[in-house]
């Protein structure tokens, strides 16, 4: 895999847009020698910039897809949108990956839309690193998929292992199932369904995880429904949010308090550093053709960074490449497994 790699990205996404992405830009460029960036927005916006800065090009859009319009809708309606233009762009073979921290929506309608499903792979799906302060987890799917079928879990597992591995890298990662209990007969029928195909379609299967076991990181990649996903990564980051304001609070509250905050500084900035959704920079959208990584909407510079340098690691560990070989060994393998159990 070549270390030359473009990258479109969304000037306009995001609460703090275009500021916070420009100097994210700005940043990603100057750390990634081998990294070039398609930079979509407003001319009056990306014109300027990319007029100032080597290895980024503008391209001027017209249409901007707003937080509240219906995702699928805005994709096919404003083709001259920054996050279709961007994933077009990636289709057509002038980029390899897009960034963008605006609408989720919108853009797992793109990736999927626009640049297209990976050949096998029934539902792309998001996965992100979860904060934990032991090691990295990922967590797929993250709320691409609400409605699911236990089949496409396998999928969510292969492709998180793939991305796990090639991207957090974690070594071997072993996956499970996030259940309501340990084990093998617990939770819905969906979930004993998805369990079963799980053992015996993925090999790093390693059984069901409860929710404790998430931050503690008792397993590498946690495999679960889109809805579920969702809600369980929502509660982590505004569980973390509340105690670390709760703490400041008490560390502030007098002189001798703020005497051993200040002992702690050191610590607690490395813990925070450690469970801080930037690291990474977005979530992936695992299953398209090409890397597509979504910010969250209130990412800053730093973030913005991380997000374009994720997705430019994405592009060179091949994991769209990976991601469907993996899928139509799989296939083949599941395959194998009906046509003998048919024949017994």
């Given at each position: ?48 910039f990319a007029a100032a800065h080597e290895r980024c090009e503008a391209q001027a859009t017209t249409q901007v897809i707003d937080m509240g319009e219906h995702p699928a809708n805005a994709v096919r309606t404003k083709k001259d949108s920054s996050i279709v233009v961007g994933c077009r762009l990636v289709k057509e073979g002038a ?195 090409g890397a597509c990584v979504v910010g969250h909407g209130s990412s800053g510079a730093l973030a913005v960074k991380n997000g374009v340098l994720t997705t430019a690691g994405i592009v060179r560990a091949g994991v769209s490449e990976i991601i469907a070989q993996t899928v139509a060994t799989g296939a083949s393998s599941g395959s ?9």
């Amino acid at each position: 895999m070549s270390d030359e790699v473009t990258i479109t990205v969304d000037a306009i996404g995001g609460d703090y847009a275009p500021g916070v992405v420009l100097e994210g830009v700005a940043d990603a460029l100057a750390a990634d020698a081998g990294l070039s960036v398609i930079l979509c927005g407003p001319a009056e916006v990306v014109g300027p910039f990319a007029a100032a800065h080597e290895r980024c090009e503008a391209q001027a859009t017209t249409q901007v897809i707003d937080m509240g319009e219906h995702p699928a809708n805005a994709v096919r309606t404003k083709k001259d949108s920054s996050i279709v233009v961007g994933c077009r762009l990636v289709k057509e073979g002038a980029a390899q990956g897009f960034f963008s921290a605006g609408s989720t929506g919108a853009c797992l309608a793109a990736g999927t839309l626009v640049m297209g499903r990976i050949k096998g792979v029934a539902r792309p799906a998001m996965a992100t690193v979860i904060p934990s302060p032991v090691r990295p987890v990922v967590l797929c799917d993250i709320g691409a998929n609400a409605d699911c079928k236990p089949a496409y879990l396998v999928q969510f597992g292969q492709m998180a292992t793939v991305y796990a591995e090639k991207i957090v890298g974690i070594p071997n990662p072993r996956a499970a199932l996030l259940n309501i209990g340990a084990e093998d007969t617990k939770g819905s029928q969906f979930a004993q369904e998805a369990h079963a195909l799980l053992r015996e379609q993925l090999p790093n299967f390693a059984g069901n995880a409860e929710g404790g076991d998430i931050l503690a990181a008792n397993f590498d990649v946690i495999v679960t429904d889109g809805f579920t996903g969702n809600v369980c990564l929502k509660t982590i980051e505004g569980t973390s949010k509340t105690l670390f304001k709760a703490l400041k609070g008490i560390m502030m509250k007098s002189l001798a308090t703020k005497l051993g905050a200040l002992a702690l500084k050191g610590g607690l900035g490395r813990l925070m550093k450690q469970v801080s959704p930037d690291t990474y920079g977005g979530a992936p959208l695992l299953g398209v053709k090409g890397a597509c990584v979504v910010g969250h909407g209130s990412s800053g510079a730093l973030a913005v960074k991380n997000g374009v340098l994720t997705t430019a690691g994405i592009v060179r560990a091949g994991v769209s490449e990976i991601i469907a070989q993996t899928v139509a060994t799989g296939a083949s393998s599941g395959s194998a497994s009906a046509s003998s159990a048919t024949m017994d």
